[in-house]
């Protein structure tokens, strides 16, 4: 069992960063493969980013490749997402998930285990 925690959302304007992390309680978190989708109102959750469980493969959404970066402390048992040159696109709730397993996975069925979400706003 996986517990995760989202912190660091807000109201940025447009161009600016953020980095949102996702702390996970439970043992053997270095063994869950994490991933970060996000969801705008009205629209399906998508996926965003996955890594695996050593941090040494990364997978992104078109969209955010080459602004958003995945990373992983594994003796913090936290993950990472660190988002720049934001646009008012990403707006949305960020959600963590993992899943036990060591590759990197990028659809909601793939995840057993899910934060609350924390919002992010781009202003324009």
Do not use: H
């Not at 949102?20 to 978190?29: E, T």
């Not at 490749?65 to 993950?79: A, D, E, L, P, Y």
């Not at 990028?106 to 706003?121: A, I, K, L, S």
Request: charged share 15%.
């Amino acid at each position: 069992q996986v517990q995760l925690v989202e912190s660091g959302g807000g109201l940025v304007q447009a161009g600016g960063s953020l980095r949102l992390a996702c702390a996970a309680s439970g043992r053997a978190f270095s063994n869950y493969a994490m991933g970060w989708f996000r969801q705008a109102p009205g629209k399906e959750r998508q996926f965003v980013a996955a890594i695996n469980w050593s941090g040494g493969t990364t997978y992104y959404t078109d969209s955010v490749k080459g602004r958003f970066t995945i990373s992983r402390v594994n003796t913090k048992k936290t993950v990472y997402l660190q988002m720049n040159s934001l646009k008012p696109e990403d707006t949305a709730v960020y959600y963590c998930a993992a899943r036990g397993g060591g590759s990197y996975y990028y659809t909601v069925e793939d995840y057993d285990y899910w934060g609350q979400g924390t919002q992010v706003t781009v202003s324009s």
